[in-house]
């Protein structure tokens, strides 16, 4: 593997070790129903919450894990490959394609976390009679799939890596023809004897 394979992948899986860290640090910070306090007016005071900042900077390192690796693979799909049929070629499609899903929906998933996260002070009761808190499950299941989708990006990464260094459609050498100089025999300095009836004898007048 080479070592601008190993450097990316280095960076990207800290990256996407990072957002995961971030996610469930956030999960565990948020503001719980337990958290909220309500007033006699229709008020709901919330308590101040690191999980904003935490949930932002999960979606930050996810995105910039992700700009990385298809800035340095490229996009699969604007690239032609003479043998679509290639098992690296098309496990890189897979991961491709996967990757792109889970990180839209992590980034989505953090990105509203912390916003609705972001309640603090007092604030009026929704729907008249309830205080609304982000539900549980929503910072964590965006720090699986971020894990998931960095994860997929690597394998996408390193498989079309691979299929690049192979290139089996490319030009063949040595196919068994050989190519060199045609062989003379030496010739010899020595006189030839020739037998007196090899040729027939004539006789001028």
């Known amino acids: 593997m080479e070592k601008k394979v190993v450097v990316v992948c280095i960076v990207v899986g800290f990256l996407g070790l990072l957002s995961a860290a971030l996610g469930f640090a956030a999960?565990?910070?948020?503001?719980?129903?337990?958290?909220?306090?309500?007033?006699t007016p229709g008020q709901c005071i919330y308590p101040k919450s690191p999980a904003l900042v935490l949930g932002l900077t999960s979606a930050v390192a996810?995105?910039?894990?992700?700009?990385?690796?298809?800035t340095v693979a490229g996009c699969i799909c604007c690239k032609k490959h003479p043998h679509p049929s290639d098992t690296n070629w098309t496990v890189g499609l897979i991961s491709f394609i996967i990757s792109w899903v889970t990180f839209i929906i992590a980034f989505l998933l953090l990105l509203t976390g912390a916003a609705l996260n972001d309640q603090r002070g007092e604030e009026s009761m929704y729907f008249g009679n309830f205080c609304y808190v982000v539900k549980p499950g929503v910072f964590s299941g965006g720090a699986v799939l971020s894990l998931a989708s960095v994860a997929l990006g690597i394998v996408y990464y390193v498989a079309l890596s691979s299929a690049k260094n192979t290139q089996p459609w490319g030009p063949q050498q040595?196919?068994?023809?050989?190519?060199?100089?045609?062989?003379?025999?030496?010739?010899?300095?020595?006189?030839v004897f020739v037998h007196e009836d090899t040729y027939n004898r004539q006789q001028f007048p």
């Open 27 to 39: 999960e565990g910070t948020r503001v719980k129903v337990s958290d909220v306090q309500t007033t």
């Open 62 to 70: 996810l995105m910039m894990a992700q700009a990385i690796i298809n």
């Open 174 to 191: 040595n196919q068994g023809i050989a190519m060199g100089q045609p062989q003379i025999p030496p010739q010899s300095s020595q006189p």
